[in-house]
T-cell receptor, first 113, second 113 residues
Framework: DTEVTQTPKHLVMGMTNKKSLKCEQH?????MYWYKQKAKKPPELMFV???????INESVPSRFSPECPNSSLLNLHLHALQPEDSALYLC????????????FGQGTRLTVV | QQQVKQSPQSLIVQKGGISIINCAYE??????FPWYQQFPGKGPALLIA?????SEKKEGRFTISFNKSAKQFSLHIMDSQPGDSATYFC????????????FGTGTLLAVQP
């Protein structure tokens, strides 16, 4: 099983809403990542978790709050987002941080209205 | 220093032709160079990768050429097929403490039947 599963696939939320994105992998990977991707742009790294501890925060606004409850799960909690936060949010995992192959999920298409 | 420059931005190739995408970097700490393929509505998927001690790597119709002295690398897709139509991202791993992947800006490839 080389799959990274993200839910939901699509999400529309208002600027006052609180929502969460979920990511799951069962490959035994110990590094998990959140990326943000705008249309026609490359993925931008947001957060890295290594062995369930936050390893990298790329100066992401606090309205994005990551959580890694266990080695298979990664959440991204969203609160008070802005329309410019609308994007494809990608989760990825790798054997360890910086490993040569990262597996990406299909992403959650987020629209903030 | 942390950038990976990618060209062209878009590319149209006839079926059976050769697609060539180029990337360049400055940071000599980069130690691993993957190419990712992304179809619309999907997450990026690792296509092929190379380390800087190798000048060429071939996997099926896909070849990476690597020029360490020029700090350039390129992806060649031989016998391009309509199913290869996708966005291609080169990337480089920063071999320092974080091992972050730095993505190029992407190339939208369209293979015409």
């Amino acid at each position: 099983d080389t799959e990274v599963t993200q839910t939901p696939k699509h999400l529309v939320m208002g600027m006052t809403n609180k929502k969460s994105l979920k990511c799951e992998q069962h490959m035994g990977h110990r590094a998990m990542y959140w990326y943000k991707q705008k249309a026609k742009k490359p993925p931008e790294l947001m957060f890295v978790y290594s062995y369930e501890k936050l390893s990298i925060n790329e100066s992401v606004p606090s309205r994005f709050s990551p959580e890694c409850p266990n080695s298979s799960l990664l959440n991204l909690h969203l609160h008070a987002l802005q329309p410019e936060d609308s994007a494809l949010y990608l989760c990825a995992s790798s054997q360890v941080q910086g490993w040569t192959e990262a597996f990406f999920g299909q992403g959650t298409r987020l629209t903030v209205v | 220093q942390q950038q990976v420059k990618q060209s062209p931005q878009s590319l149209i190739v006839q079926k059976g032709g050769i697609s060539i995408i180029n990337c360049a970097y400055e940071n000599t700490a980069f130690d691993y160079f993957p190419w990712y393929q992304q179809f619309p509505g999907k997450g990026p998927a690792l296509l092929i990768a190379i380390r800087p001690d190798v000048s060429e790597k071939k996997e099926g119709r896909f070849t990476i050429s690597f020029n360490k002295s020029a700090k350039q690398f390129s992806l060649h897709i031989m016998d391009s097929q309509p199913g290869d139509s996708a966005t291609y991202f080169c990337a480089a791993r920063d071999g320092g403490a974080t091992n972050k992947l730095i993505f190029g800006t992407g190339t939208l490839l369209a293979v015409q039947p």
